[in-house]
């Protein structure tokens, strides 16, 4: 068995219907075990990620203005799994203060779901960058935002169903979400800054035994 029951048939076409019926999926994930996947929404962020890469890549020259030798596959797809990370952690303490009913799981769930449209789009997006024209731009544009529309409406509705709240109270709750995210990274930065000047202490101060010795 293994890993396969996560990544399940019926997993799988779950979750197409939650992408078509979103409240009813992810009021389900919530309230039923087994319907959501924890492994499939990182699988689809590491989808996500590589597809976001390949199309600063691969997208037609008429809408590509970005050098390809700035592109790092690798450290682009590590920076959206941390960032997939930090979010549903901030989320996670911030619904914990709000009475949120959503376990850290469903909110992963809610969040790996909600890549799924834009990963579409930007497939859809690359796929038809190489056949337009200058005065066409508009089309690819518009597959993208539709794409990112429909990813941030399907989080949107993915976090209010899994806490239990309304659609104020969930805008609201996704405002503090990047507020702490924010805070998030500043500590980390502080401490890997902190961690890197005690490092360097400690190693000048070996480097000046070795030479004295």
């Known amino acids: 068995m293994g890993m ?9 076409k779950y979750l ?25 929404a990182i699988l689809l962020v590491v989808i996500f990620g590589i597809t976001f890469s390949s199309n600063r890549l691969l997208a037609g020259f008429v809408v ?4 390809p030798r700035s592109v790092n596959l690798l450290f682009e797809l590590l920076g959206v799994l941390a960032f997939y990370i930090l979010l ?8 914990c203060l709000m009475n949120g009913e959503g376990r ?11 890549t799924f449209p834009i990963t579409v789009g930007l497939i859809l997006a690359t796929l038809v960058s ?11 544009t518009l597959i993208i935002a539709i794409g990112i529309a429909y990813g941030v409406i399907v989080m949107l509705v993915g976090i209010m169903q899994v806490h239990n709240y309304t659609l104020g109270k969930t805008l609201v709750t996704l405002f503090l979400t990047f507020v702490a995210l924010i805070i998030i990274i500043f500590l980390i930065l502080l401490l890997t800054n902190l961690l890197g000047m005690v490092f360097n202490f400690f190693r000048s101060v070996y480097t000046e035994l070795i030479f004295r010795t």
């Open 104 to 114: 850290l799981k469903d909110i992963a769930i809610a969040i790996g779901y909600g």
């Open 64 to 67: 590509n203005y970005i050098d």
């Open 16 to 40: 197409f219907y939650t992408m078509s019926h979103p409240m009813d999926g992810f009021y389900w994930i919530r309230h039923t075990e087994g319907k959501g996947s924890v492994p499939i």
């Open 130 to 140: 190489g056949a337009i024209a200058d005065d066409e731009q508009a089309f690819y």
């Open 88 to 95: 549903c952690a901030s989320n996670w303490s911030i619904t």
């Open 4 to 12: 396969r029951k996560y990544f399940s048939a019926d997993k799988w």
